[in-house]
């Protein structure tokens, strides 16, 4: 039943005869998980809970960033260093206090996917990579829930729901992960900043549609949108029986095998400094873009870009201690990862925090 403190807030939805009081009690209800606090899922997050939805998860294992601030709307300079989830939920709260938040300041990874996943109704995904994709997709095909998948690339975006009452999944549309190089994320090649939140409502539309069972569901079509034209299509797509079988357990591991690796030995920006003063500091290995190491790098760093380490790894001394790095220490992982798995490097420490972590204690020893 709803309060009367609820029957005032969502007096717009208690309207409408499609929703009614009968629909607001199933948002009050209905647990939703979202994947990813960031662009996508600040708008997610907002809207859902101004909705009413009752039990919002949040699973993030980002940290805010300055360079968020563009598109990441529910945060603000006072938020930066924190985590994210943590900082959603906060937001969450001053938006409807009566929705009730779980948190979880990780990223969601193959050990825990099938846990948390079958505490949901719905699953949201506001993730920036394919990995969580695919595992996401493959947990909810395991469990039956319904995937509500957003996607943005620079000034194009795109959404569709997938496992939603036997139609297809994200694998009938997309059979096989892309490769890094082939899928660069947006801290590579940058995003317009409001596409997010276009391409976030979206998503949280057909959220409050999949939980009330209103109107058509984005299920077997992709919804694509283009910012610099503002012209939108829709193409349809069939449930391929072969793929919509692949589950947790019958999933080719090497689809999301970086979140399945053994955590990664670190270094802070600090420690590292000294190292550099040593008798024999380590080989520094940045693996940003040119343009990125053009505007600032480690001194002596060698530049190999995380698309080209394939290509390039011989480059790499095999006993000698590596410090990977990047803009802020997720693509220095994911390198660390491939290089592991693919040439089995046994050398390799990942700076934590990137050159953000390195400037900023830079910064702190000049005051």
């Given at each position: 039943m709803l309060t009367p403190d609820e029957r005032h807030r969502y007096q717009r939805h208690l309207q409408l005869p499609e929703i009614g009081e009968a629909g607001q009690e199933k948002l009050k209800a209905a647990r939703v998980l979202v994947v990813g606090a960031g662009g996508l899922g600040c708008p997610i997050l907002q809207y859902l809970a101004a909705a009413g939805v009752g039990t919002l998860g949040i699973a993030d294992g980002d940290q805010v960033e300055m360079s968020n601030l563009q598109r990441q709307v529910l945060f603000g300079p006072a938020d930066l260093g924190q985590p994210k989830a943590e900082a959603a939920a906060r937001a969450v709260q001053r938006i409807n206090p009566l929705v009730q938040c779980e948190v979880m300041a990780r990223r969601v990874d193959v050990a825990s996917v099938r846990e948390l996943v079958a505490q949901y109704d719905v699953v949201v995904d506001g993730s920036d990579n394919f990995p969580t994709r695919y595992l996401l997709n493959d947990a909810c095909?395991?469990?039956?829930?319904?995937?509500?998948?957003?996607?943005?690339?620079?000034?194009?975006?795109?959404?569709?729901?997938?496992?939603?009452?036997?139609?297809?999944?994200?694998?009938?549309?997309?059979?096989?992960?892309?490769?890094?190089?082939?899928?660069?994320?947006?801290?590579?090649?940058?995003?317009?900043?409001?596409?997010?939140?276009?391409?976030?409502?979206?998503?949280?539309?057909?959220?409050?549609?999949?939980?009330l069972d209103l109107g058509e569901i984005l299920t077997g079509r992709l919804w694509l949108f283009d910012a610099l034209s503002f012209q939108t299509r829709t193409l349809r797509f069939a449930r391929q029986p072969e793929r919509a079988a692949i589950n947790l357990d019958s999933a080719d591991p090497a689809d999301y095998a970086e979140l399945c690796q053994a955590p990664v030995t670190t270094i802070t920006p600090a420690e590292l400094a000294q190292q550099l003063d040593s008798e024999v500091p380590p080989f520094l290995l940045d693996v940003r873009e040119l343009q990125e190491y053009a505007e600032g790098h480690l001194p002596g760093a060698a530049l190999i870009p995380l698309g080209s380490l394939s290509q390039r790894a011989a480059e790499l001394p095999r006993h000698h201690p590596i410090v990977v790095y990047c803009r802020s220490g997720r693509r220095s992982a994911q390198a660390i990862a491939q290089l592991q798995q693919e040439f089995g490097f046994d050398n390799l420490t990942n700076m934590t925090g990137g050159m953000l972590a390195w400037q900023e204690v830079a910064a702190a020893s000049e005051k």
């Amino acid at each position: 039943m709803l309060t009367p403190d609820e029957r005032h807030r969502y007096q717009r939805h208690l309207q409408l005869p499609e929703i009614g009081e009968a629909g607001q009690e199933k948002l009050k209800a209905a647990r939703v998980l979202v994947v990813g606090a960031g662009g996508l899922g600040c708008p997610i997050l907002q809207y859902l809970a101004a909705a009413g939805v009752g039990t919002l998860g949040i699973a993030d294992g980002d940290q805010v960033e300055m360079s968020n601030l563009q598109r990441q709307v529910l945060f603000g300079p006072a938020d930066l260093g924190q985590p994210k989830a943590e900082a959603a939920a906060r937001a969450v709260q001053r938006i409807n206090p009566l929705v009730q938040c779980e948190v979880m300041a990780r990223r969601v990874d193959v050990a825990s996917v099938r846990e948390l996943v079958a505490q949901y109704d719905v699953v949201v995904d506001g993730s920036d990579n394919f990995p969580t994709r695919y595992l996401l997709n493959d947990a909810c095909v395991s469990l039956g829930k319904p995937l509500v998948s957003g996607a943005i690339y620079k000034f194009e975006g795109q959404v569709s729901v997938f496992n939603y009452q036997g139609g297809p999944t994200y694998r009938c549309l997309f059979p096989q992960p892309p490769s890094a190089a082939e899928a660069p994320n947006c801290s590579v090649i940058g995003v317009l900043g409001v596409l997010p939140g276009l391409v976030g409502c979206a998503q949280a539309t057909e959220t409050l549609k999949v939980i009330l069972d209103l109107g058509e569901i984005l299920t077997g079509r992709l919804w694509l949108f283009d910012a610099l034209s503002f012209q939108t299509r829709t193409l349809r797509f069939a449930r391929q029986p072969e793929r919509a079988a692949i589950n947790l357990d019958s999933a080719d591991p090497a689809d999301y095998a970086e979140l399945c690796q053994a955590p990664v030995t670190t270094i802070t920006p600090a420690e590292l400094a000294q190292q550099l003063d040593s008798e024999v500091p380590p080989f520094l290995l940045d693996v940003r873009e040119l343009q990125e190491y053009a505007e600032g790098h480690l001194p002596g760093a060698a530049l190999i870009p995380l698309g080209s380490l394939s290509q390039r790894a011989a480059e790499l001394p095999r006993h000698h201690p590596i410090v990977v790095y990047c803009r802020s220490g997720r693509r220095s992982a994911q390198a660390i990862a491939q290089l592991q798995q693919e040439f089995g490097f046994d050398n390799l420490t990942n700076m934590t925090g990137g050159m953000l972590a390195w400037q900023e204690v830079a910064a702190a020893s000049e005051k």
